[in-house]
């Protein structure tokens, strides 16, 4: 199995995961979850701002509290999967319509400022994941 970890990681304590330096009973490995939005494998400790994806930023990592609600889109009972504004989370399907925001994108030679969407949002931050994650493989030592 892999999982992402952070290039500038510095674990300070014995008594922290060797993955992601947070605190852990005896310096063993924290659990592997998979973000519900953008799929990166990474410790459970890293969903500690409010259960969001340290990876992509606003998917949700299962296990945490309140990861299980639905969408906020009217009338939609599906699993929310990505925090979104003004609607709290969203699922798949709602991704593709729900804001997150504006992004920079050059049109004849000028910066402009576009609307952009939630799932638009998950793609750009893991194209660009490389430049602060790298993968490793991981071995859960027991």
């Not at 500690?48 to 340290?54: E, F, Q, T």
């Not at 609607?87 to 991704?95: D, K």
Request: glycine share 12%; with cysteine.
């Amino acid at each position: 199995m892999q999982l992402y970890i952070r290039k500038d990681l510095r674990r300070v304590s014995a008594d922290s995961c060797p993955n992601c330096a947070r605190w852990s009973k005896g310096g063993r490995p924290c659990d592997v979850v998979s973000c519900l939005a953008c799929g990166a494998s990474q410790c459970h400790g890293n969903g500690s701002a409010r259960g969001a994806c340290a990876v992509c930023l606003i998917g949700v990592l299962p296990g945490w509290s309140g990861c299980d609600r639905f969408c906020g889109y009217k009338g939609c009972q599906n699993r929310g999967i990505a925090f979104a504004p003004r609607m709290g989370r969203v699922c798949a399907e709602h991704a593709l319509r729900a804001r997150q925001g504006s992004r920079l994108e050059t049109h004849n030679g000028r910066a402009v400022r576009l609307p952009c969407t939630v799932a638009q949002f998950v793609f750009d931050r893991t194209e660009n994941r490389n430049q602060a994650w790298r993968l490793v493989d991981y071995e859960r030592g027991e």
